[in-house]
């Protein structure tokens, strides 16, 4: 299993804050970066189902970390929740969406095994409170709001498609923007390449020194030229990110600012993404290290009730990939 990196856990941190602020229950698919385990199985040829149920594990403790309320928060394992009235949306679905439109929709060929086909209803199904009657009771008017990156789309597009056909809300999506590597906007991060990311593993000096030799600077060459024409906060990886780490809008608005007029040098942004960073993820490691197998069973508990006020939506949280 990759170790998380802060992009993975973008969702469940703008879930938390919505969570909070509109006081909504949350269901969240236990899974790795934005695959449920049995995504991960059918589209990783060289794993196991025992191993992606495995990571479907750890990563639901990263969930746990970043805050989430036990009481109105069910994170569930497709290996080990669906069936019953999962099952049926599922085959609800099915028959709603034909091979043409999942072919067309996500470049699927003839040499596809048909779980990476018939994925596309399971994906679709937490998107229906009727999916979850331990929670929703036979309520089938209960919207849905999914944080999720916009690789994830083209799923919930097909779900839209058909939620009036089923006659359930259509779910509304909430996109997150790709974090860029750390080597700049037009690059990807890898878990092959530890350079290319901040991970939630690093230790403090780990990402200082990742920031400092291999965060990508929107700065001029010499000091000079810098102060005198500004950098470019649109491609400076230290400001992207601190546009996902710095609660503080004012001063983020302050240090762009700065930064654009050559005021502030690469360095010293630098510095300020560093401490943010080192923050978000030294917390993070605190609060991962205290979490139980009793309290990842307890979140995940298929049978549990969690209170609710009926009249407001549910938040499914999708992690975004890296």
């Known amino acids: 299993?990759?170790?998380?990196?802060?992009?993975?856990?973008?969702s469940s941190v703008a879930t938390i804050s919505l969570s909070e602020l509109l006081a909504f229950p949350v269901i969240l698919p236990a899974h790795i970066v934005v695959r449920t385990d049995d995504e991960k199985f059918l589209f990783k040829h060289e794993l196991k189902p025992e191993q992606t149920k495995a990571f479907s594990r750890q990563n639901a403790k990263d969930i746990i970390a970043c805050g989430f309320d036990l009481e109105r928060t069910f994170i569930f394992s497709n290996y080990e929740y669906m069936g019953g009235a999962f099952y049926q949306n599922v085959t609800k679905i099915s028959r709603q969406i034909t091979y043409n439109q999942v072919k067309a929709t996500f470049g699927f060929t003839d040499s596809d095994n048909i779980g990476?086909?018939?994925?596309?209803?399971?994906?679709?199904?937490?998107?229906?409170a009727t999916t979850f009657p331990q929670i929703f009771g036979t309520s089938s008017d209960i919207p849905c709001l999914i944080p999720c990156a916009i690789d994830q789309d083209p799923y919930?597009?097909?779900?839209?498609?058909?939620?009036?056909?089923l006659k359930h809300p259509k779910p509304t999506l909430i996109h997150s923007k790709f974090f860029p590597a750390l080597q700049g906007p037009q690059t990807k991060m890898s878990a092959s390449d530890p350079n290319s990311s901040i991970f939630m593993t690093d230790k403090s000096n780990q990402i200082k020194n990742?920031?400092?030799?291999?965060?990508?600077?929107?700065g001029q060459e010499t000091e000079e030229e810098h102060r005198r024409l500004g950098g470019d906060t649109k491609v400076d990886v230290s400001y992207q990110y601190l546009t996902f780490f710095l609660d503080d809008d004012e001063e983020l608005e302050r240090l762009g600012k700065e930064y654009r007029a050559g005021s502030l040098l690469t360095g010293q942004l630098k510095a300020k993404c560093i401490q943010e960073l080192q923050r978000f993820v030294s917390e993070f490691q605190e609060r991962r290290a205290r979490v139980t197998e009793e309290e990842i069973n307890a979140f995940m508990d298929g049978t549990r009730k969690i209170m609710l006020t009926m009249s407001k939506p549910v938040i499914r949280s999708e992690i975004p990939a890296a």
């Open 1 to 10: 299993m990759d170790p998380a990196s802060p992009a993975d856990l973008a």
């Open 156 to 165: 919930f597009r097909l779900t839209r498609d058909i939620a009036p056909k």
């Open 116 to 128: 990476k086909v018939h994925f596309a209803a399971i994906q679709a199904a937490p998107s229906f």
């Open 210 to 218: 990742k920031i400092n030799r291999h965060g990508f600077s929107g």
